[in-house]
């Protein structure tokens, strides 16, 4: 029987800020095929961290085009109108051509987006993504707009066996687009690693 402990590495990639201000210009809803950041945007919509929830992705490899059978940011809206809050509050590219399918696309449109709904440009937004992904997340939005604050709030998904190859996934994908330049560069801690190194010579990829 093996054993092997990867909490470290998935309490590293669900990183979250401890201590951030009462007001933000947006909440960002980082696309995935989880109902969980759903659940936290809402309460921090609910608790007036922010005046508006903004969306942009259809779906993708681990979206929710998935799991619902639903265009993402479709659902999205129909999720928060049913527990109150107003159109004018949610804020989704309406043309196709603006959707985004994966987190360097969101990345990158999700700032030019907002600034034209808010009609100049966020300050400060609020990440809200699966643990699992939030680190990968927050680093693209970092490399594509660093002039930007964000705020980290995952939502709140407990670890589970069939995570695993996601968090092998998320640890290749941080190094790798790190290196093409996509995300910001981030030195992985050596606790993870030793996660990483044990589930590898179990058989488990990403």
Sequence with gaps: MNFVDARPAYRWLRI????????????????????????????LYENGYAKVIAFTSCGGNFGGNLVWGHIELEYYRNFFQKRGVPPSALFSPRASGEWTNNTLDEARTAVPFLTRCLKSEPRNIILCSRPVHQR??????????????YTNCPGDELLSVELLPRIMGELKRIREYGYKGDTERCAIPDEVLIVEKKLLALGITG
């Design 16 to 43: 979250e800020t401890e201590k951030f201000s009462a007001r933000h210009d947006a909440i960002f809803v980082v696309g995935g095929g989880s109902e969980a950041p759903l659940y936290r945007a809402m309460e």
């Design 136 to 149: 990968r997340a927050w680093l693209t939005f970092r490399k594509q707009h660093p002039g930007i604050k």
